[in-house]
């Protein structure tokens, strides 16, 4: 396993988030971002969203994955060995599918998975040992760009990088080009990359998928501010916040929510500040960005890749979408 250190300037976690958090409260409209959602107990209550009936979206693209896997493995696999990178492998739940047909064509290639959970890389690296012996696994602990740079300067081969999860759809507009940029850089020409995009379709329909009637994404969205009193020392009362999504339709953009019934003061003591709210008043946590075919086409085009082919379920909810580099 490779670990890759994360921090230059020698501050750590708890200030990190303390200055992220105090950044975003004292914005007008306010914001925090959305990569603090992952805390064990998030990252648990994200488990749980993801069974949910109305979260199509990991449901749709394991359907896809699954039916569409010896196809996707035949792109990636030509005469020459490649290593796959996983970003944000995770549990590699949906990787694991091409793996086993990887496996089972005995492919030359070595996996990457790619997180900045130790934990989950260890794990992960126990679990393929145990049901996939014959698959090579090098597993990078750290960022994204990092370890696609690590790779870039360090292994020559072809790279077939997977973007699984609709996580592009996280990224405003400008950094999601800026994103894809970034990765083509530390690739070579006809490298490829698999990213899964959520699609446009009935407003309704991914309205709910986060806004479920169970409430479990309200109360991922309200364990951001459980999180900032435990290990910020806040004073979130949160029974005084409410979810709330809403989905526009002209921009494909989902967004989220939490919203102060009332007027208040919350004093976060790492930062050494009291965060004044008016009565209404909103903190944008996430965007999630459903994608037509024409924004695809014209993103994968801004950033030096070029479609090979989009594979998608028969309700065409949900993409995973094969680029190469030009
Ligand atoms: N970012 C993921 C998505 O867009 C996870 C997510 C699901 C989420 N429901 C949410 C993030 C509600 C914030 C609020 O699907």
Known sequence: MIELSRKQDGSNDTETFARDVAEGLSQYPKTLPSRYF?????????????????YYLTRCEFKVLTENRQEIVRHFANDSFFHLIDLGAGDALKTKILLRELDRQQSAFDYVPVDISGDAMRQLSGSLQQEMPAVSVQAVVGEYFPALEWMHENKPERKVV???????????QAE???????????????????????????????????NDAAGVTAAFNLNLLRRINSEL?????????????????????????????KEQEVYIRDTGRTFHFDAWESIHTENSHKYSMQQVEELSSACGFRIETVFQDEACRFADVLFTVT
């Open 38 to 54: 992952y805390d064990a107990a998030g990252s648990r209550l994200f488990q749980d969203i993801m069974a949910l009936p109305e």
């Open 233 to 261: 020392g806040g004073e979130f009362d949160i029974a005084q916040f409410q979810h709330y999504p809403i989905y526009n339709p002209q921009e494909g953009v989902m967004r989220s929510f939490l919203v102060s019934k």
């Open 176 to 210: 999601s080009i800026e994103f894809l940029k970034t990765v083509c850089s530390y690739l070579n020409s006809g490298d490829k990359l698999l990213m899964g995009l959520d699609l446009r379709k009935e407003p309704g329909t991914i309205l709910s998928a986060y």
């Open 162 to 172: 997977l973007f699984l999860g609709s996580n592009i759809g996280n990224f405003k």
